[in-house]
């Protein structure tokens, strides 16, 4: 991937250049919640990429469409009104800049405390539609987490779940809207970023997003491939979190948004993050006997506190591997 310098009508983003088109992948596993096999399922697809779509999950269709419908009123206001919602610190409105670190993006979202809800200054229909489908996707996240426990033949069966059920959770929800960019067509091999290439530091990520393209996730042989849009569906990401956890069994996605040229994406993630003194060790029925951690130990908010501190694209365990984990990996 090269860095290109930015043309003046595109001036604050990001542009990439790549070598060959990028492959859609047809590859992606789904996974029925209500199949039998369906923790094996997800233990599998969460070793091999890290993440894997969800149907048959239950959530209304009506929920999905409703927060939609609220998000794109919301971002189609005048910039000034949305503006009111801002800056977020960390919380509330942002547009371009993705964190204090220098990280832009063809990109403008709300980020959201879920425990509790934030209170911003936005309408009232808009805040009911978050709530409740924050409530709606906090249950999946809990039921995703104990399938994934019994595939682990993790002991107790909540020992994940718990930690986003903690009423001190520190978990949070994204609305993210990327605007169509017709300058795109003038960048003949090139394509704008959304949002940089990252993990996510939390447990697991919840997506769902408009029918529009732009999703890509990193392969093991590190590769970019395509996410066929599905707005019935939920894209399930393991995060750094739950990476080490499960002692790198299971591994966190890299993952990036694209730009489109005609359509606007609008994306919605629920972060589902344990408390802040939450110690994040790996966790002992995940490890056969003899084996060691592969990381040092870390309170979630150290953790947390680290992550701000990088950009978007560095490798934020890295800090946290041991010697040997380093060296082997």
């Known amino acids: ?12 983003c990001s542009l990439i250049k790549t070598c060959k088109p990028t492959a859609v992948f047809t590859r992606i596993p789904v996974i029925d919640l209500k199949d039998q096999e369906a923790k094996t399922l997800i233990v599998k697809a969460c070793e091999e990429y890290g993440f ?15 927060l939609e419908a609220e998000a794109l009123s919301f971002f189609n206001l005048p910039q000034s009104e949305k503006d009111k919602a801002g800056p977020p610190t960390p919380f509330g409105y942002g547009n371009k800049r993705i964190g204090p670190n220098g990280d832009i993006g063809w990109i403008e979202y709300l980020l959201l405390n879920t425990n509790p809800p934030t209170s911003l200054n936005t309408p009232e229909n808009f805040r009911c539609a978050v ?8 249950r999946l996240a809990f039921e995703v987490l104990e399938l994934m426990a019994d595939g682990l ?5 909540d020992a994940l779940s718990r930690l986003l059920r903690d009423e001190r959770s520190d978990s949070c929800f994204r609305l993210n ?18 949002f940089g290439e990252h993990t996510d530091p939390q447990i697991i990520s919840i997506l769902r997003s408009n029918n529009t393209s732009g999703l890509q996730i990193c392969l093991r042989d590190r590769s970019w491939v395509s996410v066929p849009p599905d707005q019935t569906s939920f894209f399930i990401n393991v995060g750094d979190a739950l990476q080490v956890m499960s002692n790198g069994r299971l591994r966190s996605v890299r993952h990036r948004v694209l730009a489109g040229s005609m359509k606007s ?10 408390p802040l003194s939450e110690k994040i060790v790996p966790m002992p029925s995940v490890m056969i006997e003899g084996e060691e951690s592969l990381y040092k130990e870390f309170t979630w908010w150290e953790y947390k506190n680290s992550a701000c501190k990088s950009r978007l694209g560095d490798n934020r365990l890295g800090l946290f591997q041991k010697t040997t984990a380093n060296a082997t990996q």
């Not at 991937?1 to 043309?7: G, H, K, T, Y």
């Not at 709530?131 to 906090?138: F, G, I, L, P």
């Not at 017709?182 to 970023?193: D, K, V, W």
């Not at 994406?265 to 344990?274: A, D, E, H, N, T």
């Open 131 to 138: 709530n409740e489908y924050v409530q709606a996707v906090k």
């Open 177 to 194: 809207h990327y605007p169509p960019c017709p300058e795109l067509q003038a960048l003949s091999g090139r394509n704008l970023i959304g």
């Open 153 to 157: 033949k993790i002991e107790p069966r």
């Open 265 to 274: 994406r609008v994306s919605m993630i629920y972060f589902g993050g344990p």
């Open 52 to 66: 894997f779509k969800l149907v048959n999950h239950g959530v209304p269709i009506e929920l999905m469409t409703r």
């Open 1 to 12: 991937m090269v860095v290109l310098s930015q043309p003046a009508a595109l001036g604050h």
